[in-house]
């Protein structure tokens, strides 16, 4: 094996360790999007109506509709999650350590990036499980093309957390800074109404709807989960995930990152 290997295969064993240990976050993030459609989507059944739109073939309940919107509310806070650990792992040295390995910057990132996309992935497959046992179903062959799917979102999701760990200085400070993330991302996207139903009220709003990154990774999952491919949606991702790797490669640099603010 490799060392490029080998040292994937430490960071992803690593992760998973910590991930197997705090039963409570897979709990948490189970629960997240549980409560949205168990309770949020009880509430709006009769007030929002949705028309016939792709990948949809026929009317539609709006547990339904949402259920991709919060696959992607998992990789969301899941990233954002994996940055936490960034923060901590900084401020207890092991983010030193790590990085002071002969390996290029970029892989260590890299494998530290597919190693919270993984576990997003299993928590995400867990959720769709418990949503089929209330009603909840989707093509069978859509649970496996949304795959590739969830994967490029996962890494998108899991770059824009290692590019705001990187201005994260203390623990302390990750909850607010977050909040000025997740909320307005999500919030701000197709994740709980369609763009079509945004422009009814404010173009404006719509428009910058239409501009979040999240928005295409919701609507990738969407298409995918019906065995159908976004193409803009897709392109959409990929430019943001290659921007996001970028500024993350770019923030960790050893000249211009967290060696320089005492990381």
Not at 71 to 90: E, K, T, W
Not at 169 to 196: D, H, K, T
Request: aromatic fraction near 14%; include cysteine; proline fraction near 5%.
């Amino acid at each position: 094996m490799t060392p490029y290997l080998r040292a994937m295969q430490a960071i992803m064993a690593r992760e998973f360790l910590r991930f197997v240990h705090q039963r409570s976050r897979f709990f948490a993030a189970l629960l997240r999007p549980l409560v949205w459609l168990l309770a949020f989507a009880a509430g709006f059944r009769a007030a929002l109506g949705l028309s016939i739109t792709p990948p949809y073939q026929t009317y539609i309940t709006y547990e339904v509709y949402i259920v991709p919107g919060l696959c992607a509310m998992v990789l969301l806070f899941n990233g954002m999650q994996s940055s936490l650990s960034l923060v901590y792992d900084r401020e207890m040295g092991s983010m030193r350590l790590l990085l002071t390995s002969p390996l290029p910057r970029w892989w260590l990132l890299l494998s530290r990036l597919l190693a919270s996309t993984a576990i997003s992935i299993v928590q995400v497959y867990a959720f769709l499980g418990v949503a089929a046992l209330f009603g909840i179903t989707l093509p069978a062959l859509g649970y496996v093309t949304v795959l590739p799917g969830l994967v490029l979102g996962g890494v998108m999701l899991g770059a824009l957390g290692l590019v705001l760990s990187s201005f994260i200085r203390q623990l302390e400070n990750f909850a607010g800074v977050m909040n000025f993330v997740i909320f307005p991302m999500f919030f701000l996207s197709s994740a709980l109404y369609p763009l079509w139903k945004m422009a009814e009220s404010s173009v404006l709003l719509r428009d910058i709807c239409a501009v979040n990154p999240f928005t295409h990774v919701v609507e990738l999952i969407r298409f995918l989960l019906y065995v159908e491919l976004n193409w803009s949606a897709l392109g959409w991702t990929v430019l943001a995930t290659a921007v996001l790797g970028g500024l993350a490669i770019w923030a960790y640099d050893p000249a211009r990152g967290l060696t320089n603010r005492g990381g």
